[in-house]
């Protein structure tokens, strides 16, 4: 095809220029109807190492596949592609300054990072806002940015393989979001917030250090498939942990929600208002208050799918707040206050 002996196409509108040692200027060699004409275009397997300006020139390219590449750079030229819609860029040699700068204007629907470089989660990434499927799996990221909540749309997010330590809790606030895989990091807790993701059908978090899991994962009513092999899950624990008592901003905080209080932007600056939203209820069944960041752990076993007994944690609001928990972490009955998590609704919980 065109002076690329082996290049297949199952339509006009494909063209597969894969495993063709192929360099950064080989494109050159297309007509200008070929590249007009393509809309999809597979470059994996050659020896790019940097993405050719000529790219720019497929005017009505809809989806690349640039995998498996020496790529270390994606020139600013892939931002003319006005109808790109996914781009898939998996195990080449990318990192934090390899993007360019107006990258986050296109309008991606899916994007592939996965087995590159990057320490940093990209920022140009976040500005993404129509992203269906973000993959970054197997790269060296420390941590998730709370700018990650722009991505409204997000209903894939891969970030197995990193070297995550925490889970911020703006990761929450993703409504789209049915499928998150968190495996193979340094996680070592779920924040509660994640209970907002009602969405959520798949959660992955096998190979980390978990100990235990919130008890609000009970309320992800659509989770089906919950992995979680590979932790630390834990069967004895301390039973007197230290309770620091709430600060002035708490207490405030707790009287504003606890007495059902009107408040909004007019009357408060932003940064109060985000923090009064972030009130967790205290799930003592008999107890009407809140808590913010002061508060008493207390872990409780839990039947899944009734087979499988994992730990989560109940956090109350103070140590005078009668526990709903009995004072013995493993009794049978500690799980009769909660409802089991029902087998047809978790098809799968992974644990070994």
Do not use: W
């Not at 005017?59 to 590449?69: H, Q, T, V, Y």
């Amino acid at each position: 095809m065109e002076g690329f002996e082996g290049a297949s196409s199952s339509s006009e509108s494909v063209l597969d220029l894969s495993r063709l040692n192929l360099n950064n200027n080989s494109l050159d060699a297309l007509s200008e109807k070929r590249r007009k004409d393509t809309k999809q275009l597979y470059l994996c397997y050659n020896r790019m190492t940097v993405l050719p300006e000529s790219i720019s020139l497929f005017s009505n390219l809809e989806f690349l596949d640039i995998s498996n590449n020496a790529l270390s750079v994606i020139s600013e030229d892939i931002t003319r592609l006005t109808k790109l819609k996914t781009l898939i860029a998996k195990n080449n040699s990318l990192n934090d300054s390899s993007l360019p700068k107006d990258f986050g204007s296109l309008q991606l629907d899916v994007l592939n990072l996965s087995g590159n470089r990057f320490e940093e989660m990209p920022s140009q990434c976040l500005q993404l806002l129509r992203l269906q499927s973000l993959s970054l799996g197997g790269n060296r990221l420390k941590s998730i940015p709370a700018e990650i909540e722009s991505l409204a749309s997000l209903e894939l997010l891969y970030l197995g393989g990193n070297q995550i330590s925490s889970i911020p809790a703006e990761l929450a606030n993703l409504p789209s979001l049915c499928y998150l895989v968190l495996c193979d990091n340094r996680i070592q807790s779920v924040p509660p917030q994640l209970n907002k993701l009602h969405s959520l059908r798949s959660l992955s978090l096998h190979n980390n250090l978990l100990t235990y899991l919130p008890r609000e994962i009970l309320s992800l009513v659509h989770l089906q498939e919950l992995s979680l092999r590979g932790n630390p899950l834990v069967v004895r624990f301390v039973k007197d942990m230290t309770y620091d008592p709430p600060s002035l901003l708490e207490l405030a905080g707790r009287t504003v929600k606890s007495k059902n209080l009107a408040y909004s932007h007019k009357d408060l600056p932003s940064h109060l208002v985000n923090y009064l939203d972030m009130a967790s209820k205290c799930p003592n069944p008999k107890c009407a208050g809140v808590y913010f960041d002061s508060c008493v752990r207390h872990i409780k076993f839990v039947d899944f799918c009734g087979k499988y007994r994992l730990p989560l944690m109940h956090y109350l609001c103070s140590p005078e707040c009668t526990s709903p928990c009995s004072s013995n972490p493993q009794s049978d009955a500690d799980s009769d206050e909660d409802n089991s998590v029902p087998a047809d609704r978790l098809q799968r919980v992974l644990l070994g």
